[in-house]
């Protein structure tokens, strides 16, 4: 699966990771530097278990946690309607 922003997503690079503004409701996310970077991979065409795969390396002693993270935050991303499916080109 691959993730794009919702057209009326804009993303915002911060000090400390991103910012996500969804201009339907004036709401945003603010995501820290470990959600900003799997975010940012998700972006880039990787798939969640990639980003797993990628952060396990990175990250090597949270283990198992790593993919059930990246899993609810995919979740969270889809249900507030901030990313969408898409398929690669």
Do not use: I, K
Not at 19 to 47: C, E, I, K, P
Not at 50 to 67: K, M, N, T, Y
């Amino acid at each position: 699966m691959s993730l794009a922003l919702a057209p009326e997503v804009t993303a915002a690079e911060t000090s400390n990771g991103l910012v996500l503004l969804d201009q339907r409701s004036g709401r945003y996310w603010q995501l820290n530097g470990t959600g900003a970077t799997t975010v940012r991979m998700l972006l880039d065409g990787r798939t969640p278990d990639g980003v797993s795969a990628a952060l396990r390396e990175r990250f090597p002693d949270c283990g198992e946690r790593v993919e059930a993270d990246v899993n609810s935050l995919v979740d969270a991303l889809l249900d507030a309607r901030l990313v969408e499916s898409c398929q690669p080109e």
